[in-house]
């Protein structure tokens, strides 16, 4: 990064960090609020005393000197100033580190509104959690995937890596195997590059290094490549070839789910 961006940052940073603290009521801090607070909010000191860290270095950093925050600073901060999951996300963007706690597991369900919205949508559409479990989808989705959607353990969510690896139609069902599930393999690793330490994704890659010497192969490539839309062609027991335009989507308000639409372009 050049150096007048950094510098950029880091009064930005800074001033972020004193619209935050002049927004808090002290009371909500455990602060007295008396006359002689010549201006509304924190002060620089007690949000130092809050953070643990010291006053004279809290202030260089809202006067955007430079003055790098550890990733333990950053935490105690956040938590010292009641940051939002999005403010606190900023706050450690700004400041160019990792938030530890980033990789908290976020609640992954489907809201009812988007599997109200599946039934409305008239295409093939579903609903990928957060390691690509499918989490919802609608009838037409259900008519394209048949069996896929079926697992013989009732309470295992069918996932879209489980079944592309593992599933014994797959290479069948999949046009071009090879070529689609090596960059499934790159998409999800990207998707996934900042909550790689998570039990639950290390527990299916496991699994999946295990079952399939494909996904364990493709896995150790390390191939990072961002999930894109494109052609999509199933080879369907029933209907034949079918081809269709991927679409994805994410929520805003639930970012680690994703809202995929297939467009059938020809139907032979």
Known sequence: ?????????????????????????????????????????????????????????????????????????????????????????????????????????????????????????KVPAYLLGRTWNMLAWNKTAERLFGEWLTSEDDNMTPNLLRLVFTHHNAKSFVMNWETRSKRLVAEFRADCRSRLDEPILQNLVTELSKTSVEFDQFWKQYNVLERQGGTREFNHPQLGILTYKQVTMRPVDQEQLKLVMLYPTNIT
């Open 1 to 121: 990064m050049k150096e007048n961006q950094i510098d950029k940052r880091r009064k930005e940073l800074g001033e972020f960090l004193q619209a935050i603290r002049k927004r808090g009521e002290p009371e909500a801090f455990g602060f007295p609020t008396g006359a002689r607070r010549r201006t509304k909010g924190l002060r620089r000191e007690e949000v130092a005393q809050l953070a643990d860290i010291s006053a004279t270095w809290y202030t260089w950093i809202e006067q955007g000197r430079d003055v790098n925050m550890s990733s333990e600073a950053l935490v105690r901060t956040a938590q010292a100033l009641k940051l939002t999951r999005t403010e606190r996300a900023y706050l450690f963007d700004l400041a160019g580190r990792r938030d530890p706690q980033g990789s908290i597991q976020e609640e992954d369900l489907a809201s009812t509104t988007l599997t109200s919205l599946l039934k409305e949508i």
